[in-house]
């Protein structure tokens, strides 16, 4: 048997590993679960609410699924206050102070503590804070609370600000919030497809991913040159052996579908197989299998490489096989005509069959531009376009929980994606984030930046981008701002006035005022009319004195300062009108332009190059007066009549007449070639015009044709928003011509963007603004003026507020709508009140209150249908902070985001790491189940890897590990490609941390508890190895872990026992390091120079000095796994001091089975075992196999803690000591004391 000198075999390790066994698949369940529980109780909570209203959560809870992420992060500090509940101390505090022992009793965050009755929890509190012991203990929970979300109980009830805590969203503060949050955790997220975007091997996916290098790629075109012999694409050949020669064609619909029937073939796997072989990659040697998967993905890459030979290298901006998907020429193009050019280019510069363009393309765009790819999407939308960049940002969003699933998503999809408002800081960076590129590529469209000045200077072109954007975007949120501003009114400047002159008064707008008889004491008894001090003041009749109190003081006598200090209201509000009125008319020219330059670039064309005639509508208004028996019409009747909220705009372009529907009210413009066709057929055109009209208001004209109109009249009379009524009854208006302009219809801007910013329709706009307003100066004066009660008893008014009313008509379904409790009715109104900003009348005109409020509310929704992302620059400056960054890609997140390039900080980087996280964990797409299979693998490691010698950087990845060769890990958690030569193991692989970290000071407690026990546990290995009654039973373990049991053995190992207690006597938790960082699997580990040190030091010094480290994280979690046996936690003391004066080694360990029971712990002794026997492997998975001499064990840690453990069980319980020998002698003779390859496992630390 060979045994090599152990220094130049073995690595010495100053530590003991841990593994985590924890089931994150039961974890994704549980979460969900818990979710579905929480979704019920906040939807109970909101039944019937209105979305402005508060929430209160207060009391309300539901019950924490075991094994969910707050669970396990909850359940140590549940432990801890339970024993600290158990300790005397602490029962006697309840008893001296009347707390009933079996008190509900939680331990918050700041501090407080509940228990029953709520009066004494204060003075509890100060009894614990002054007992030693306990302070200690409450500390902690009170640090625990804090990261589960705010409190610690011995319960499963979590209530819902806690969970919300805990989940780290943000509690909502009305039921709006609470909807948008509801829907966050209700939206079914598309998972990736099993291929990904195709791109897998060619591009990184993510930040752990490991593509072809340029030698790899260039071999695969080589190899597919020799297949394919020059004369067809791949793709081509592929398709002619799969689907034959007369294949079904392509459509975007069923490329998917059709790739994968290229792929999946089993004749074409033997393709798949030469390029393994040909490349040297895992699956070329025998019995190295390899799944379907992975030949599919290898044939498509192929097929991609051979499309485009350059797939893999730098390629500029927004190119794919070198054509440019956001040059200024494509602005405002839609979807298909981008894929059509993009085609005939694959055909041109690529020499791609025709037939198999189609899915050419969509391979390509799949990994370089999903937004394309994207089902169901409307022919409304075009590139450039703020509906652009807001369905962009919801690609991406869908991109960043899954990679390629927004392949599989409709338009409808990504917009409730999008509409989701995020639900905490991190996601809001995260979403911001994301509107970057969408809007860089705006300004590329637009011509705002270059792409050579993106490339030069990133963050100064995405400044630019964002400033350019951002100002656009004001426009809309500053007219609805205007918009939203009630205009001045009479009664408002009356009450200022009066507030001003008499403060002390407190019956202003009590109408509690009486008119005095006119030349006589007393009051007119007559039609007593009662006003207020503000209504008579509006009419100027306050400073009359003819109006006073019936009883009491009268108001001269008690306000002296009133009559002197009166100021004319009119005058005042006259002055304040004016100056609201002119950003008003403003607000409302800004809005009628933006809305006529979001037309599509040809209609742009038609109503600027074209004579552009006007048309209004309207029902007919005739009747019969004898003694004419003809009907006839009064032009005063026929305006009156005319709709205010849509005005007809026919242009005359290039020998065609084109019609549009232009409703202010709503904001939209939309082309009715029907129209068209009735206005040139009845010739409307020749009518006379009212602009030209100069006849008397009440003369007479024949009746005009009542004709069936395709639209819906009640859209001009009554601003209803368009539905299902397409035509209806009415009469058609000249209105007048607006004169062609003299423009070429290349002259004309091709962009929404640039044809506001360059005026060409403010011509157009005034001519419509002048000539047919939704509302005029005086309408709105007179509205804003208002009329009291006396002044319509004095003037008989009645008529002109039965005219004004009919203004208001139109919005009193919106009003009634907007403020049910109804959220059928409440959504109807906001699409009735609003699209794309509407200019709602109803933000000017002081109706009622309601009405005021109704209107902000459906501005706001207005305008956030146009402003995707409102990016400040001070945002970039918080988050993009040139400081730390790395040139990494933001996987999924963005198309060129890079970390270097826009300099994100470490801030920025922290929040969109975890708000990926966050993300992600929705759908279980953080922890893909293949990858969980794949952490709970002994092959798979993480580590870091440099691709070629010359390389500056390496980089850190998975790998899984075959026959001591390493290779990249897939999706599925299979290996692929080339051997990782240059591999180097670090730590074990783990999927992110789905459950809260604990603080530091729980594992601090947690050592403290361990100390004394194991302390103690020493102790009792030296009685039983010096009493020598107890010799034959200790000889047996002895022999069993340390090789065997002379005198010699025991003598030496009890002087390492002796060594080690000196050392526990001297040790304390202040020459403990408490790490928590994540970059080890190792639970502790102590330091040989700094022990020396220690040992060294004065008592003084001995007591500061720090030579043992204990990763927290690690040691907190195996703590918890082990049902928080505190045992365990002495063991691994033990095996650490035994790394001390013993100056052991670790060569072997027992290992953690997959097996945990609650009452004691489990351990796989077999490796101790084969060390003591000379069976232990110096190179684990060489062959022919190397082992370990014997004596390896009595310079390994763990071999002595493990037996100390054991000897520690034989004083306390004999029975189940000769139990755990029992088993070690059966595995040893089973094996006929040769290597033992199964699990031995023994029971220590009964509870």
Known sequence: MNHPDIAATSDVRFSKPYRIINDPEKNIKSDEIERQRMLTLLKKGIAGANDDDPVYWDGEFITAEKDSSFEQ????GAVLLQRMMDKPAFKRILEEHGVNANSEIYIFTDGDIFVSP???????????????????????????????????????????????????????????????????LEFEYSPSPPLDNYWGMISALDDQSVVLSPDERN???????QFTGRKKKLMTVLGEIALGPQGPTATLLNCRDLLHELGTPPFLQSWSKAYIDALGWYGSNAGEQISDLYAEQLLMTAVILDIYPAAGEDEPRNHVAGYNLYAPENIEKSVPDIIFEFE????????????????????????KAPEFLVKELPDSLLLGTPEWITFCRGVALAEANAIGSALSMTYSDVMQLEAIEPVNKDLEILHHVLAVDPIIDWALLNSIVTLDSVNSNYPAAVESAIAAYQTFGDLYTQTATTLATPLPSRKAISLEILQHIVPGCDFLEEKILYEKKRGYPGFNSFEPLAMSMVGLNMSNHLGTS?????????????????????????????????????????????????????????????????EVTLFTIRPSVAFIQPPDLFPQEKQKDKDAATGRYGLVLCSNHEGRLY????????????????????????????????????????????????????????????????GVTLSSQGVIDKLGTFPAAEKKSSEIQQSHYKSFYSGQFNSLVDFILKHRPVWTYEELIEDSRGRTELELKLAREEEYFDTFINI?????????????????????????????????????????AKAVGAVGKAASIGAKSRALAKIGLGFLNSVFNPVDGTPELLYGAGKYLKKGALGIGKLGLHSLENATHQFRKLTGAADSYDLIKAAQRLDVAQGTWRPLDSAVDSFVFAAVRRNDDWYALNRLGQPWGRKLDDFKSTIKFHLPIRYKLMPESYARSVIKEGLPLARKKVESAISILSDTGSNDDANLVLKLLL??????????????????????????????????????????????????????????????????????????????????????????????????????????????????QKGYQQLDVGPLLNLASGHAPAIPGKYPPVYLKSTTALKNADSFAITTSLLSQLATNRPVYLENIKAMQAALDRSRNGYIGVDVLVKLNTV
């Open 344 to 367: 005939r280019h694959l055909e041109e510069k690529h020499k791609v069959p025709a037939y198999t363009a189609t899915l050419a393309a969509y391979l390509l765009m799949a990994g």
């Open 659 to 722: 019609c549009y529907e232009l409703f202010t009210l709503q904001g939209e413009c939309r082309e009715n070639p029907e129209l068209a066709a009735l206005i040139q057929k009845e010739n409307s055109l020749q009518q006379p015009a009212r602009l030209d009209f100069t006849g008397h208001i009440n003369s007479l004209s024949k009746t005009a044709s009542l004709h069936t109109l395709p639209t819906n009249i009640e859209r001009y009379t009554h601003g209803v928003p368009h």
């Open 808 to 848: 208001i008509v139109p919005f009193k379904s919106c009003i009634e709508d907007l403020t049910s409790d109804d959220p059928d009715r409440n959504r109807g109104s906001v699409l009735s009140c609003t699209i794309e900003l509407a200019i709602n009348v109803l933000l000017v005109v002081g109706v009622v």
């Open 546 to 610: 003819n109006w006073d109190l019936k009883k009491g003081t009268s108001i001269y006598q008690s306000f002296p300062r009133l009559l002197p200090n009166l100021v004319s209201t009119e005058g005042v509000f006259k002055r304040r009108f004016d100056q609201a009125y002119a950003p008003l008319a403003k607000a409302m020219a800004t809005t009628v332009n933006l809305v006529l330059s979001a037309l599509p670039p040809i209609d742009r064309v038609r109503l600027l190059c074209g």
């Open 219 to 225: 071999k695969i075109r080589v190899l597919t040159n």
């Open 118 to 184: 709520p009066g004494r929890a204060g003075r509890v509190t100060t009894a614990i804070k002054l007992d030693t012991e306990l302070n200690d203990d409450f500390t902690t929970l009170t640090e625990i609370a804090a990261a589960v979300g705010g409190s610690v109980s011995v319960n499963n009830a979590v209530g819902i600000t806690q969970w919300m805590a805990f989940h780290e969203y943000e509690l909502p503060e009305d039921v709006k919030g609470i909807k948008n949050l509801i829907k966050h």
């Open 73 to 76: 992060a909850h359940q140590p």
């Open 1043 to 1156: 090789g065997d049991a002379s005198p010699q053995t025991r003598n030496q190992y009890l002087t390492y026992l002796n060594e080690v207690k000196a050392d526990f006597a001297k040790v304390s938790l202040s020459n403990l390091i408490f790490d928590g960082s994540k970059n080890t699997e190792a639970l502790a580990s102590l330091n040989a120079t700094w022990y020396k040190e220690w040992k060294a030091a004065s008592h003084t010094e001995a007591a500061r000095k720090k030579f043992i480290r204990i990763n927290i994280h690690n040691f907190n979690d195996n703590y918890r796994k082990e049902f928080f046996n505190s045992g365990t936690t002495a063991d691994g003391l033990v095996h650490e001091m035994f790394h001390g004066a013993p100056d052991t080694s670790d060569f072997n360990y027992a290992l953690d089975p997959d097996i945990y």
